[in-house]
């Protein structure tokens, strides 16, 4: 009899957590070119950071500092393209190309608007908001350096901008129809062209004048053209394949009700992302009130964890699209059932990655050109990012379940009101009205991480985010 119950819990868990391997097939075959597309990139991203590094730390936490307000615009376009991409998804499922043609047209205006409005923040307002990130302690004539190698590296790469925006808009709704191969090409194409122009700008090679921060930028511009190139051409050359394409600029008109529905789901998503990014881009900031060589630390714990966070950060998007399908297609308990797989199998990889990262932790560092006091804490901050890492995997997991049911605002309260409530106001206050070493400081501010994840999981867990959004949703009209 005990047996024969612990056999059937067993059965359970395994239906409800694990799948077959047909489960696994669809998931390999969604996240790995998209694993393979961030790993490339963030070890360009990683050889980038080197390549400046090696110029001088000035150099690349001026470069750092730039990239965390690039990273605030690319969240928001993240963010204001998720809610037309979680229809695109359902109407994919459901089979109706002119509904995400649609789609794509209300993504073409929203990174209009979003490239206006970024652009005269960056050109009114940059170098007060880089000069946020210097007044920790430290040399003034290296603060004065990096205000200047960050804002001569912005200026370059708002040229960057729109293309990047558009690669977005194609990436991201060939992903939502389950094409994930063309998207990484392409981000590959974009990758190399950056590693080895960067290693000609920068250092001056084959007749080229060093151009140190300035050099890393245009390559990265130059680059980010490059993959539009390819998946513009490639996509609209096999319209057959791609049948969204077919006719997309004949009209900009999309439907009012589409529209409404569209911008009730996507607003709260937008400013989510746009309060998230804005809430982790200050906890940089507050961070950096403990010195400058804390920028330098945390630009260098960045660069790498994020070559060991793809697995989860890719997994979201298998989230996205395998849950959001599902749910197009009117299968309430397979999108359930998916969700709860997905997120198990992210938390039990990211064990093994968070393992890998401690035991590497020690040796990355010493990759750059700077103070063993910088190593030391980036090794630090690296460890603490390699615990939480299977926290994060499941938070992040959750996130894209719960968006995938339309439930929008539930993820701005989750993810950007969680982040400005709870996080933002525990770590400044902790930094500010305590005398918390920083290698203290920091694990003690990520604990607010778990807290997080708890809440996801019991959102989830009520399931009452599953819901299909497209099949009374008028495409046409």
């Known amino acids: 009899m005990k047996q024969s119950a612990s056999t059937s819990v067993f059965q359970k868990f395994r239906n409800t957590f694990i799948g077959d391997r047909r489960f696994y097939s669809t998931v390999f075959m969604l996240v790995l070119p998209l694993i393979v597309q961030n790993t490339i990139s963030n070890v360009v991203n990683l050889l980038d950071n080197i390549m400046i590094g090696q110029v001088g730390t000035p150099q690349m936490s001026g470069v750092a500092i730039a990239n965390q307000l690039i990273f605030v615009f690319n969240l928001t376009i993240f963010g204001g393209l998720s809610g037309a991409g979680i229809f695109g998804a359902q109407y994919f499922g459901a089979g109706d190309h002119e509904g995400i043609r649609h789609t ?47 804002r001569s590296y912005l200026r370059i790469m708002l040229w ?26 392409a981000s590959l194409a974009g990758v190399v062209t950056n590693l080895c122009l960067n290693y000609i700008l920068i250092y001056g090679k084959l007749g080229f004048p060093v151009l140190g921060v300035e050099g890393a930028a245009i390559a990265t511009v130059i680059s980010r053209f490059v993959e539009l190139a390819i998946i513009v051409v490639y996509t609209h050359r096999h319209s057959g394949k791609f049948r969204f394409v077919e006719g997309l600029y004949q009209t900009i008109r999309i439907p009012k009700g589409l529209t409404f529905n569209i911008m009730k789901k996507g607003v709260p998503l937008l400013v989510n992302e746009l309060l998230w990014s804005l809430g982790m881009t200050t906890l ?29 950060i890719s997994m979201g998007s298998a989230v996205a699209v395998m849950v959001g399908q599902a749910l197009g297609a009117n299968d309430i308990p397979r999108a359930k059932q998916t969700a709860w797989r997905l997120i198990f199998f992210n938390a039990c990889i ?29 090794t630090r901050f690296m460890q603490t990012s390699a615990v939480y890492m299977a926290v994060n995997a499941m938070t992040h997991c959750t996130y894209f379940t719960i968006r995938s049911g339309g439930k929008t605002f539930i993820t701005f309260l989750f993810d950007s009101a969680y982040t400005w409530v709870i996080f933002v106001p ?25 807290i997080k994840c708890i809440i996801g999981i019991t959102v989830v867990k009520t399931g009452h985010w599953a819901q299909n959004m497209v099949s009374d949703t008028a495409s046409n009209g």
């Open 350 to 378: 990211c064990i093994v990655v968070g393992g890998i990262l401690i035991a590497l932790s020690p040796i990355l560092p010493h990759i750059y050109n700077t103070t063993d006091e910088v190593r030391m804490l980036a």
């Open 284 to 312: 940089t900031q507050i961070f950096s009130t403990r010195g400058l060589n804390v920028v330098a630390a945390l630009n260098i714990t960045s660069t790498i964890t994020n070559l060991f966070n793809v697995v989860f």
């Open 426 to 450: 525990f770590t400044y206050v902790l930094t500010h009205f305590t005398n918390l070493e920083i290698l203290v400081l920091y694990p003690v501010c990520y604990f607010a991480d778990i």
């Open 160 to 185: 960057g901008l729109l293309p990047f925006s558009l690669s977005q808009v194609y990436g991201g709704t060939l992903r939502e129809t389950g094409e994930t191969m063309l998207p990484m090409k």
């Open 104 to 150: 794509v047209r209300f993504k073409l205006w929203t990174v209009v608007i979003t490239l206006v409005v970024a652009t005269i923040i960056f050109l009114t307002c940059g170098d007060q908001l880089i000069s946020l990130y210097l007044t920790g302690d430290g040399d003034p004539a290296e603060r004065t350096a990096m205000l200047e190698y960050s």
